[in-house]
């Protein structure tokens, strides 16, 4: 579910957080609280060093 949450709405919610809000209207308050999620990785492929 936090991982749902943060694809779809963009948030950070840790998981303790879904069990400490009962409701939903609880849940509500707690993303409106939440930080910005961190930018997905991204694939890169490794350089040789030395060429």
Known sequence: MASRIR?????E???RALFE???VAELG???SK???ARP???????TEEGK
């Open 7 to 11: 694809s779809v709405l963009g948030l």
């Open 13 to 15: 919610m840790p998981v």
């Open 21 to 23: 809000a009962p409701t």
């Open 29 to 31: 308050v707690k993303l």
């Open 34 to 36: 939440s930080s910005k």
């Open 40 to 46: 997905a990785l991204i694939r890169k492929s490794r």
